[in-house]
């Protein structure tokens, strides 16, 4: 892969929170990112097949540090949380009753996390998610790198030996969720995701052939996508039942580097019966498009079909 190269360009083109409980001491490196994803019950549905009932969760998270991001005449104060080895930035919404509950969105930057560490995706974000009843999270890799890389590998590189092979990213993800849901009173409906080039990465070829039945919702794929690294999904993806309301949304531009990649993840997601929406960004290359805006377009598209 040769992400790497543009991570200098996604920054260009991109553009109260959680409780103040004591930080415990970080987890050792195995236990941070070698354990799986707690077990959970499946949730009951409605007529429609989306989850019934929320999450019940209170308390927030630890907050490691606090920052705040400007966007307009508006400013979004967040909480910088650790969880699995993942540094969460997370921006409450405004304007909920106490214990109401929320929606969760959850985006993942691309290889160098300059969204992330530069705060462009949560301001470019964040206002949407804070005034649509959303807690919003911006999720760094646990190498600091690329969330498709081992997280072994520490330095961002292009070489497909060090992929995330394994899916521990993908473990990683879900522990995220389970703790978002244990802090906050969450819907147990679908989850709006995000993902730029790397991050889109990983919830195609990791995260939704593990774990797309217990987390369903809409995905915001930028500038990236592949099909299962295992060859196959690990549950039914042709049962729409397990499906649930779960929508890709592949954006690309139709001379991006990776094209052949994102397609062949089109195609295979396509013929399982997933509904899917396509837009190509007519010239434009590697995410030389605003991907950042684009999720929260995504995000705003989804919430008003449901």
């Given at each position: 892969m040769r992400r790497v190269l543009w991570a200098a360009l996604l920054l260009l083109l991109g553009g109260p929170a959680c409780s103040l409980k004591p930080v415990p001491p970080?987890?050792?490196?195995?236990?941070?990112?070698?354990?799986?994803?707690?077990?959970?019950?499946?949730?009951?549905?409605?007529?429609?097949?989306?989850?019934?009932?929320?999450?019940?969760?209170?308390?927030?998270?630890?907050?490691?540090?606090?920052?705040?991001?400007?966007?307009?005449?508006?400013?979004?104060?967040?909480?910088?949380?650790?969880?699995?080895?993942?540094?969460?930035?997370?921006?409450?919404?405004?304007?909920?009753?106490?214990?109401?509950?929320l929606r969760l969105a959850i985006y993942l930057h691309a290889d160098g996390a300059l969204a992330h560490d530069g705060d462009n995706a949560p301001r470019i974000q964040a206002p949407w998610t804070a005034s649509h009843r959303t807690l919003y999270?911006?999720?760094?890799?646990?190498?600091?790198?690329?969330?498709?890389?081992?997280?072994?590998?520490?330095?961002?590189?292009?070489?497909?030996?060090?992929?995330?092979?394994?899916?521990?990213?993908?473990?990683?993800?879900?522990?995220?969720?389970?703790?978002?849901?244990?802090?906050?009173?969450?819907?147990?409906?679908?989850?709006?995701?995000?993902?730029?080039?790397?991050?889109?990465?990983?919830?195609?070829?990791?995260?939704?052939?593990?774990?797309?039945?217990?987390?369903?919702?809409?995905?915001?794929?930028?500038?990236g996508g592949e099909m299962p690294w295992t060859g196959r999904l690990e549950w039914d993806g042709t049962n729409p039942e397990l499906r649930g309301p779960t929508k890709l949304f592949f954006t690309y531009g139709d001379r991006d580097d990776y094209l052949a990649d994102i397609r062949s993840s089109i195609v295979y997601y396509s013929r399982l019966g997933f509904p899917v929406d396509e837009k190509v960004v007519p010239d434009a290359g590697h995410c030389q498009f605003d991907h950042l805006g684009r999720t929260v377009e995504v995000w705003s598209r989804y919430v008003g079909e449901e």
């Open positions: 970080p987890a050792a490196p195995g236990d941070a990112h070698g354990s799986p994803a707690p077990a959970t019950a499946e949730p009951p549905r409605d007529e429609s097949g989306r989850s019934a009932g929320s999450s019940h969760g209170a308390g927030g998270l630890p907050c490691q540090r606090r920052g705040r991001v400007s966007s307009g005449e508006r400013a979004y104060a967040y909480c910088v949380a650790q969880v699995a080895g993942a540094e969460l930035k997370i921006i409450e919404p405004q304007g909920t009753a106490p214990g109401e509950p999270v911006s999720a760094r890799a646990p190498n600091r790198c690329g969330w498709w890389l081992k997280p072994t590998v520490t330095r961002c590189n292009d070489d497909e030996r060090d992929r995330d092979g394994e899916g521990v990213n993908a473990g990683v993800l879900a522990r995220i969720i389970e703790a978002l849901r244990s802090g906050w009173n969450l819907d147990n409906g679908p989850i709006l995701y995000g993902g730029s080039s790397g991050g889109s990465v990983l919830l195609t070829s990791t995260f939704l052939p593990r774990y797309g039945d217990r987390y369903p919702g809409a995905f915001a794929l930028g500038c």
